[in-house]
């Protein structure tokens, strides 16, 4: 089952509600953002999250350290000892990641774990979930083979990189509005994976680049040369934007939207990104609609939308839609393209 990253996200969300506690497996390329949508799943249920690493364990990291001891008598037992990152109580996921990097001895021990929710002496407590994490062979990872028995008893969840999960993410995480305006220019290179190469495009690259600009730092060695390069490229491009606080404020009626496509990117998307209020976001509305065709006032509702869904600001949403019918309009329909993809 082929996913988003926000339909994984949803499907994961479901499960908790549910409480199906089933073990569930995650596939997907390096740096598409497994793991991170595990944790925020997890904090929105409230939940604790233990993240295991199995590639950096070996099998006693697992099971526990056997220690003799007396039964009474005069005999000894061995018993087992579980490491302390295993969870004694309470609610929460438990997650294996790089579970198919793992050689096939410790994948044999997480198989215990995993299907009997127990190994060694140690028994996973009632309310935890169990979830695991891999990458495919066709990403060139290092990955071993998955025993027969152990992939029959997980739901195989595969999510696959997706533009529009990642700026959602990206302006509630609020990632630098270059980063953000040069990926809705050119979306392809959300994610590109270059194993020839150390550095290359994904969602988890990119959210490293956004620290780093923002830092004043070149981004090249999160996203490698080729994507850094045109990153740089699409940044100077902001030298030709007219001041886009003067048009959020409501006094931009002198100035013109350049025609060159790029920069038309970064300034939409610039305007949804720094837009705080309704009013700045009505300001940078009506502006666009007098110096720009349909195809802008969309990406700059699609983005618009996205920010404020994504940090919970609805209520300035809602009273965007009552100000103008255009913009009502718009709006309905990107929630309808939403609701429907």
Not at 77 to 86: A, D
């Amino acid at each position: 089952m082929s996913l988003t990253a926000a339909e994984l996200q949803t499907y994961l969300h479901a499960l908790v509600r549910g409480d199906l506690k089933l073990a569930t497996m995650i596939w997907g390329p390096p740096g598409v953002g497994k793991s991170s949508v595990v944790a925020q799943v997890a904090a929105a249920h409230g939940l604790d999250f233990v993240d295991v690493r199995l590639s950096q364990l070996a099998p006693t990291d697992l099971r526990g350290l056997p220690v003799p001891e007396s039964d009474g008598q005069g005999s000894g037992v061995s018993r087992w000892y579980p490491p302390e990152f295993l969870p004694r109580d309470g609610r929460g996921i438990l997650f294996l990641d790089e579970v198919n990097m793992a050689p096939p001895t410790m994948q044999g021990m997480a198989q215990q774990l995993i299907l009997d929710r127990r190994v060694g002496s140690y028994e996973l407590p009632d309310g935890w979930f169990v979830w695991a994490a891999g990458n495919r062979k066709e990403d060139r990872a290092s990955v071993f083979d998955m025993p027969a028995p152990l992939a029959n008893r997980f739901l195989h969840l595969t999510v696959r990189p997706d533009f529009d999960s990642w700026r959602s993410y990206a302006l509630g995480r609020n990632l630098h509005e270059h980063v953000i305006a040069f990926l809705t220019f050119r979306p392809e290179l959300l994610h590109r994976l270059d194993p020839q190469q150390p550095a290359w495009p994904s969602p988890r690259a990119w959210e490293m680049a956004s620290r780093l600009h923002r830092a004043g730092l070149d981004a090249t060695p999160a996203i490698g040369e080729a994507a850094g390069a045109e990153f740089s490229a699409f940044v100077r491009l902001y030298e030709q934007l007219p001041d886009l606080g003067i048009v959020l404020e409501g006094r931009g009626a002198g100035l013109r939207l350049p025609d060159e496509p790029s920069v038309r990117y970064a300034a939409v998307v610039g305007l949804a990104a720094r837009a705080g209020t309704a009013d700045e976001a009505y300001h940078a509305f009506t502006w666009l609609a007098d110096s720009a065709g349909p195809e802008w006032l969309q990406l700059y509702v699609a983005t618009l939308v996205s920010k404020f869904q994504a940090i919970g600001q609805l209520a300035d949403l809602a009273e965007l839609v009552g100000r103008d019918e255009r913009l009502a309009t718009l709006v309905q329909t990107t929630l309808s393209l939403t609701e429907s993809a």
